[in-house]
């Protein structure tokens, strides 16, 4: 690299030769300038490089970008999770985005599919100017009709002026481009829960979609984007509908249609964020085994009901699921109030003699003395037959193990509200007991655990008393003992699924 030394009204020389650096698209810091991912150290007096400093790992955003939201460093002051503006980090919003209902994970806003939304006070897709949208997001919810991720619509259904990134059931897609139609391009099928990265150029008539790097689809499309109106998360657009059930970690926009390269570096730099890539069986739960499997995302197997009595179990394994008594559901989960509230399972979870797993995820909104959050036990307080994960003022326990005995294994220390994913896995006579996917105790047990009645949720199993205060998101149970490498896998399709 070499640059002419001039004398220039406008600039002194260090200014004029910035100026040329960044002319031709490259960084300066000082005397360190970065071009094509490579770096230099220049002597400004001459001016030439006098050293090169390598291969540079920085990741440069290219000068077209013009927004950045970032769901880890969503305020100018670092995380806060009581934000009610998402900070654009160009600056060049300067109010930021504003927060409808939709509330703070570590590293995205998550979006309960009710009546969350997010207005970006600004338009994202000009009406006719090339651009670049890219996203990061997981879907927690498959509907039967369009979800919003991001949209640009005015107040009517209707009405002209739908463009948006959008869910069709397990389908990701884009719909219009002028917005003169209702034309959906599906492009990506997904997994619940699954981190994906989402990217939509368009350069003058060309629209291309491409999902975590790769080039999915492209098409033409004569004449404007409608863009009248500000662009919106979780919805479509200013119409009240079409909600959207996920989490969204990242939205950048740009003022140009990146290319191949740059698309393929902005992936890199997310997935290194984000973990996109992160191992979680392609975000599925280990499949092997599984005898019943209760979410509280897809609480009747066509989606979430607020009002349903009947737990359904995805396995379809127990045709008539679980039966809800008193407790109520929540977004993702079902709420116990720790005074009458209580399940019946109708099935057996813990076999008497065979090897298990029990997963559950849950979290606490009381500290009681000896309350259950899942247990077998039969409708005599002093009886036989009691197994159970139990809550002990901060503890979170396993009672028994053959049941013919008191015994309290204790695995960890909760805080209040807190999400935890508990796994209990029998092989033989070993018990082992896992907290997010690390293993917290072990102990032998001989004999089987009794299980002549069915699980219960909430409460002392058959028996009335001892009732849990707190919120169950998930339970799955296996006829095996899952591994280690298994027991993370389901832990971390958990973490993603219900923000643990």
Same mark, same amino acid.
């Given at each position: 690299?070499?640059?002419?030394?001039? !004398?220039?009204?406008?600039?002194?020389?260090?200014?004029?030769?910035?100026?040329?650096?960044?002319?031709?698209? $490259?960084?300066?810091?000082?005397?360190?300038?970065?071009?094509?991912?490579?770096?230099?150290?220049?002597?400004?007096? *001459?001016?030439? *490089?006098?050293?090169?400093?390598?291969?540079?790992?920085?990741?440069?955003?290219?000068?077209?970008?013009?927004?950045?939201?970032?769901?880890?460093?969503?305020?100018?002051?670092?995380?806060?999770?009581?934000?009610?503006?998402?900070?654009?980090?160009?600056?060049?919003?300067?109010?930021?985005?504003?927060?409808?209902?939709?509330?703070?994970?570590?590293?995205?806003?998550?979006?309960?599919?009710?009546?969350?939304?997010?207005? $970006?006070?600004?338009?994202?897709?000009?009406?006719?100017?090339?651009?670049?949208?890219?996203?990061?997001?997981?879907?927690?919810?498959? #509907?039967? +009709? !369009?979800?919003? *991720?991001?949209?640009?619509?005015?107040?009517? &259904?209707?009405?002209?002026?739908?463009?948006?990134?959008?869910?069709?059931?397990?389908?990701?897609?884009?719909?219009?481009?002028?917005?003169?139609?209702?034309?959906?391009?599906?492009?990506?099928?997904?997994?619940?829960?699954?981190?994906?990265?989402?990217?939509?150029?368009?350069?003058?008539?060309?629209?291309?979609?491409?999902?975590?790097?790769?080039?999915?689809?492209?098409?033409?499309?004569?004449?404007?984007?409608?863009?009248?109106?500000?662009?919106?998360?979780?919805?479509?657009?200013?119409?009240?509908?079409?909600?959207?059930?996920?989490?969204?970690?990242?939205?950048?926009?740009?003022?140009? &249609?990146?290319?191949?390269?740059?698309?393929?570096?902005?992936?890199?730099?997310?997935?290194?964020?984000?973990?996109?890539?992160?191992?979680?069986?392609?975000?599925?739960?280990?499949?092997?085994?599984?005898?019943?499997?209760?979410?509280?995302?897809?609480?009747?197997?066509?989606?979430? #009901?607020?009002?349903?009595?009947?737990?359904?179990?995805?396995?379809?394994?127990?045709?008539?699921?679980?039966?809800?008594?008193? &407790?109520?559901?929540?977004?993702?989960?079902?709420?116990?109030?720790?005074?009458?509230?209580?399940?019946?399972?109708?099935?057996?979870?813990?076999?008497?003699?065979?090897?298990?797993?029990?997963?559950?995820?849950?979290?606490?909104?009381?500290?009681?003395?000896?309350?259950?959050?899942?247990?077998?036990?039969?409708?005599?307080?002093?009886?036989?037959?009691?197994?159970?994960?139990?809550?002990?003022?901060?503890?979170?326990?396993?009672?028994?193990?053959?049941?013919?005995?008191?015994?309290?294994?204790? $695995?960890?220390?909760?805080?209040?509200?807190?999400?935890?994913? *508990?796994?209990?896995?029998?092989?033989?006579?070993?018990?082992?007991?896992?907290?997010?996917?690390?293993?917290?105790?072990?102990?032998?047990?001989?004999?089987?655990?009794?299980?002549?009645?069915?699980?219960?949720?909430?409460?002392?199993? $058959?028996?009335?008393?001892?009732?849990?205060?707190?919120?169950?998101?998930?339970?799955?149970?296996?006829?095996?003992?899952?591994?280690?490498?298994?027991?993370?896998?389901?832990?971390?399709? +958990?973490?993603?699924?219900?923000?643990?």
């Amino acid at each position: 690299m070499q640059a002419e030394k001039v !004398s220039n009204d406008k600039y002194n020389e260090n200014e004029y030769l910035t100026n040329k650096i960044e002319e031709n698209e $490259m960084a300066i810091d000082g005397n360190i300038v970065t071009a094509n991912g490579w770096k230099f150290e220049i002597d400004r007096s *001459i001016p030439e *490089i006098v050293k090169v400093l390598g291969k540079s790992e920085e990741y440069v955003e290219p000068k077209s970008l013009i927004a950045w939201y970032d769901g880890i460093e969503n305020t100018e002051n670092g995380h806060d999770y009581n934000a009610t503006a998402w900070r654009d980090l160009t600056g060049n919003n300067e109010t930021g985005a504003t927060i409808n209902g939709a509330t703070w994970t570590p590293n995205g806003l998550l979006f309960d599919g009710s009546n969350d939304w997010v207005n $970006m006070n600004s338009i994202l897709m000009p009406e006719t100017e090339d651009f670049t949208i890219d996203i990061v997001v997981s879907v927690y919810k498959y #509907d039967s +009709n !369009s979800a919003y *991720i991001l949209a640009q619509c005015n107040s009517s &259904a209707n009405a002209e002026g739908r463009t948006g990134i959008g869910t069709y059931g397990n389908q990701i897609g884009f719909i219009g481009a002028s917005c003169t139609d209702g034309n959906q391009i599906k492009v990506y099928e997904h997994k619940l829960a699954e981190k994906i990265n989402i990217t939509v150029t368009r350069k003058t008539n060309k629209i291309e979609i491409w999902i975590n790097g790769q080039k999915k689809e492209e098409y033409i499309k004569e004449g404007a984007i409608i863009s009248q109106f500000n662009t919106v998360l979780g919805r479509w657009g200013m119409y009240d509908g079409l909600y959207f059930n996920g989490v969204i970690y990242s939205v950048k926009a740009y003022n140009e &249609a990146l290319n191949a390269g740059e698309i393929q570096k902005s992936y890199n730099q997310n997935n290194k964020k984000f973990n996109i890539e992160e191992k979680a069986g392609n975000g599925e739960y280990v499949k092997t085994g599984l005898t019943a499997y209760y979410d509280g995302i897809e609480n009747t197997g066509n989606g979430h #009901d607020y009002n349903t009595t009947i737990w359904k179990d995805l396995t379809g394994n127990n045709e008539i699921g679980a039966t809800i008594n008193g &407790a109520t559901w929540t977004s993702n989960g079902l709420l116990f109030d720790g005074s009458n509230d209580w399940v019946n399972m109708n099935s057996i979870l813990m076999p008497e003699t065979e090897d298990f797993t029990i997963d559950v995820v849950a979290s606490v909104n009381k500290y009681s003395n000896g309350v259950y959050m899942l247990a077998q036990c039969n409708s005599s307080a002093n009886a036989g037959g009691r197994t159970g994960i139990r809550i002990d003022s901060n503890e979170v326990q396993l009672f028994g193990a053959s049941c013919t005995g008191f015994e309290f294994i204790k $695995m960890y220390e909760t805080q209040l509200t807190e999400k935890i994913n *508990i796994t209990v896995t029998r092989k033989s006579d070993k018990i082992e007991l896992w907290v997010n996917g690390q293993k917290k105790a072990e102990y032998i047990k001989e004999g089987g655990i009794i299980s002549q009645y069915n699980t219960v949720l909430g409460r002392w199993g $058959m028996y009335n008393n001892y009732y849990f205060n707190g919120i169950i998101y998930s339970v799955k149970s296996y006829n095996k003992t899952l591994s280690t490498e298994e027991i993370q896998q389901n832990y971390n399709v +958990n973490k993603l699924r219900f923000n643990i």
